[in-house]
Each structure stands twice: as C-alpha cells, then as structure tokens.
C-alpha cells in the first residue's frame, strides 16, 4: 500500500492531471471513476489505482489485475474531483487514422476549430459516439482531448470515438472538399436553416470557438453556411448544444 505524499507515482499522477505536457511527454491521460475504468479497453491501460476503501468494498470488480492500492486520505491528493470513486487508471493516448477515417464510406465527420472549454469537447465527442459520426477531428488550438475534465464530460466515448488533431484546420477541410465530403459551417450568416441541407452524403461538420466562432479561413472552405434559427434576444448557442442538434439533424435523415 502507498501510505507516503512522498511516492513517485502519486507524484506523476498529479503531474498528469495538471499538465498536457507531462501526458503528452508519457503519451497517457488518467481516467477516474469506476464507469470510465469498467469501460477502460484492457490493452490500453497502464496502471491501477485504488483506495484502500475501494478494494475493501469492490475488490471484485478488479477482476486479478495488478494494481496499487492507495491510503484513502493520499488517494483524494490524486484525484480530479471532488468525491472520488476510489479508481483511477492510466492509459495510452490512442489517436485515430486520419486515412481510416476519411477512407469510410460516406464518412460522417465533425471538425472542431480552437474550441477551449473541456466541458464542450467531451459532451460533443460524447454526443458524436450517440449520432454515429464516423471520426472527430480537432486543430491544433484545441483544448487537450486529455484533459481531466474532457475525460469525465465524454463518459467512455473517449475509448470508443475515432478522433485526432490535424496542424492546419484549413488545409484539411480543402482536402475533403477534393475528397469529394461535403463542408458544412455553422455561421449565423448561414443561408440555409440547418434542416434545409442534405447530409445523406460524405459530410464534414464544421464548429467553431465559444467564442470567436469559425474564423474567416476556415469558413472560406465551407461549402455551405448554416445556421440554427433562433427566436427572442439569442445570438447563438452553446458550441456543444449547436453540434448536438447538426449532428443529430444529420444521423435522422441517414436513418
């Protein structure tokens, strides 16, 4: 059992949860919770930590894997939340094939520009895994996919969504409109209402910063602006709320 604040792995983990670069530099992120461990791929995971409590009480959900056991007072030093679960594991960051992605039949995509809120990623990537989108691609400006806070919002789509970072957001939504994938941007100039377009082909989703929007290059590569009608004093949406309800638009009319 880890009973000192001095431990080199307790040290690591709070490393982890506090800094990209320390997850990239490893190439892992911490997931907590006991739902996000169930959910946990096997081959990917690391290393296991419980509280002491933990393993008193749900030892069997462990199923014999190896894994530490943790003083409870040291483990809640280690946890992202406030009312730890007792379990937290570490895992290899996996990011998709940007090929296998684009390589899908009709490939159902969302691309995320500079989005900064790890709350809006995760529900989005979450809601994505519930529409059937096919890959979700970020920009470089992103917030990290690992962020502790991502990692909870997705609820285990983490481990289930293809997704990946792409350097220049621009060039890469030329490339699909050459790819014959149609571009849709989410712009209060839009022409069209969002149900007034057919998504039954190759589509490519396009939503912007919380609060910047798209920027003028990126929106220069859509093929179509649309928009989400908006009644009363509302500008627009929650960045996470507008993908939901593109997304879903587009999985109604491919059922």
């Known amino acids: ?37 169930e959910e946990a791929p096997a081959d990917q995971i ?16 462990l199923g014999g894997r190896d894994y530490e056991v943790v003083e409870d007072r040291l483990f809640c030093s280690i946890s992202d939340t406030q009312t730890p679960q007792g379990v937290l594991c570490i895992l290899e960051q996996r990011q998709a094939d940007i090929q296998k992605i684009l390589g899908q039949e009709k ?28 890959g979700v691609i970020l920009s470089a400006n992103c917030v990290d996919m690992y962020n502790p806070k991502t990692i909870r919002s997705t609820m285990g789509s ?59 290059a990126l929106t220069g590569q859509a093929q179509h602006l649309i928009r989400i009608p908006m009644r009363g004093k509302v500008e627009s949406l929650n960045a996470a709320m507008a993908a939901g309800i593109l997304m879903y638009e587009v999985a109604r009319q491919r059922r």
């Open 158 to 216: 983490i481990y289930r969504v293809p997704f990946c970072y792409v350097e220049d957001m621009t060039d890469f939504a030329g490339e699909l409109r050459g790819a014959g994938i149609h571009t849709y941007a989410a712009h209060l100039a839009g022409e069209h209402t969002y149900d007034q377009e057919d998504y039954r082909q190759g589509t490519a989703l396009m939503i912007g910063n919380e609060g910047n929007g798209l920027s003028d």
């Open 1 to 37: 059992m880890i009973t000192s604040s001095s431990n080199a792995q307790l040290k690591q983990i709070i490393q982890y949860n506090k800094k990209a670069k320390a997850r990239r530099q490893d190439g892992v992120f911490v997931a907590e919770g006991i739902k996000m461990f």
């Open 46 to 61: 690391r290393r296991i930590f419980v509280s002491q409590s933990f393993e008193e009480k749900h030892g069997d959900m």
């Open 107 to 134: 490939p159902f995509l969302v691309l995320l520009e500079d989005l900064q809120d790890p709350g809006n990623v995760g529900t989005i990537l979450r809601t994505a895994e519930g529409a059937g989108v096919d």
